[in-house]
Nanobody
Framework: QVPLVESGGGLVQPGGSLRLSCAASGFAFSSYAVSWYRQAPGKERELVARITNSGSGTNYADSVKGRFTISRDNAKNTVYLQMNSLKPEDTAIYYC???????WGQGTQVTVSS
């Protein structure tokens, strides 16, 4: 059983929106902070956003502040990343992560292009 599964990626035009989901299973999801990372071709993986276990605290990379929103629904064992005003430089594979468990999902591709 894969503990983290991302979905929701795709091709979108600049200025568009996407909502990514990260579904968790097999562990006490609500006990852990969750992060979204992304990795563009030829670049290192970078932290995009993080949310505390309760959802009361969030932080974002400067490059996405004001455009992306991370949230979670602990009843559904799911974390979301709402991405608005997308730019070509947001193109990457997006991964969810639980650092303390060293869990990574398989990633979902986001491509922003006209």
């Amino acid at each position: 059983q894969v503990p983290l599964v991302e979905s929701g990626g795709g091709l979108v035009q600049p200025g568009g929106s996407l909502r990514l989901s990260c579904a968790a299973s097999g562990f006490a999801f609500s006990s852990y902070a969750v992060s979204w990372y992304r990795q563009a071709p030829g670049k290192e993986r970078e932290l995009v956003a993080r949310i505390t276990n309760s959802g009361s605290g969030t932080n974002y990379a400067d490059s996405v502040k004001g455009r992306f929103t991370i949230s979670r629904d602990n009843a559904k064992n799911t974390v979301y990343l709402q991405m608005n005003s997308l730019k070509p430089e947001d193109t990457a594979i997006y991964y969810c992560n639980i650092r303390s468990l060293n869990y990574w999902g398989q990633g979902t591709q986001v491509t922003v292009s006209s």
